[in-house]
C-alpha cells in the first residue's frame, strides 16, 4: 500500500534554531515528491517539488532534498513567520490513490 | 493569493442533504483537483479534471460527483450527507493534466453537516 508519513508530528524551534523535518514515504512509481505549507484554515500554498534521488532546491530559509526512500525539509535560522503545518505528499502514477499526502509536521518558532 | 476561487466559503446543511462546491482555477490553468480534509483522515484525493474529462480518481465515495464545465469551472456534488463528510473541501488547479504538475490550492470550503 502506498504510504507517506512524516516526522515529528509537532516541533517547537526557537527562532534562529535550525532543524530538519521528514517525510518517508513507501510507494510503488513516485513521479514526484512535493512539500506545501498550510496556515490554519487556509489551502496548502506550494513549497517544492522534487522528482528523483539526490535533488535539492532551496528558497529562502527552506532547502527540501530527496533520497530514494525519504524527503527532508531543512530550516535553517527559522523566524516566527515560518510557524505553520509542512505537508509533503507524493504524487504517484497510478489509477487509484494517485496523490497521497502525509499526515503533517506542526511548526512553532517561538521569537 | 493563488488565483483559484472556491464558493460558498462556509456551508452548513443536515443529514442526508445534497449540496454543491464550486471552483474556479487560475486563468489558463486546465486541471482541477477536489480534496477533502479532516481532522482524522488528513488530506484526502479525491478527483482530478482535466479540460473538461476526468483524469484521475483517489478516495471519492459514490455519493459524491464532480465535473469540469467548457469554461473550466468546476463543482463538486456530494448527496445523501452525513455527519462524517464535515470537512474542508479544497479545489486546486495546474497547468498541466498530470498529478505531479505544481498544483495552486484555493482557500477552501468549510462544510459543516449537523
Known amino acids: 500500500e502506498d504510504q507517506v508519513t512524516q516526522s515529528p508530528e509537532a516541533l517547537r524551534l526557537q527562532e534562529g534554531e535550525s532543524s530538519s523535518l521528514n517525510c518517508s514515504y513507501t510507494?510503488?512509481?513516485?513521479?514526484?515528491l512535493f512539500w506545501y505549507r498550510q496556515d490554519p484554515g487556509k489551502g496548502p500554498e506550494f513549497l517544492f517539488t522534487?522528482?528523483?534521488a539526490g535533488e535539492e532546491k532551496e528558497k529562502e530559509r527552506l532547502k527540501a532534498t530527496l533520497t530514494k526512500k525519504e524527503s527532508f525539509l531543512h530550516i535553517t535560522a527559522p523566524k516566527p513567520e515560518d510557524s505553520a503545518t509542512y505537508l509533503c505528499?507524493?504524487?504517484?502514477?497510478?489509477?487509484?490513490?494517485?496523490?497521497?499526502f502525509g499526515p503533517g509536521t506542526r511548526l512553532s518558532v517561538l521569537p | 493569493d493563488s488565483g483559484v476561487t472556491q464558493t460558498p466559503k462556509h456551508l452548513i446543511t443536515a443529514t442526508g442533504q445534497r449540496v454543491t462546491l464550486r471552483c474556479s482555477p487560475r486563468?489558463?490553468?486546465?486541471?482541477v483537483y477536489w480534496y477533502q480534509q479532516s481532522l482524522d483522515q488528513g488530506l484526502q484525493f479525491l478527483i482530478q479534471y482535466y479540460n473538461g474529462e476526468e483524469r484521475a480518481k483517489g478516495n471519492i465515495l459514490e455519493r459524491f460527483s464532480a465535473q469540469q464545465f467548457p469554461d473550466l469551472h468546476s463543482e463538486l456534488n456530494l448527496s445523501s450527507l452525513e455527519l462524517g463528510d464535515s470537512a474542508l473541501y479544497f479545489c486546486?488547479?495546474?497547468?498541466?493534466?498530470?498529478?505531479?504538475?505544481?498544483?495552486?490550492f484555493g482557500p477552501g470550503t468549510r462544510l459543516t453537516v449537523l
Open positions: 510507494v510503488s512509481g513516485l513521479r514526484g
Open positions: 505528499a507524493a504524487a504517484i502514477d497510478n489509477y487509484g490513490q494517485n496523490f497521497v
Open positions: 486546486a488547479s495546474s497547468g498541466g493534466n498530470r498529478l505531479y504538475n505544481e498544483q495552486f
Open positions: 486563468s489558463g490553468d486546465l486541471s
Open positions: 522534487l522528482y528523483s
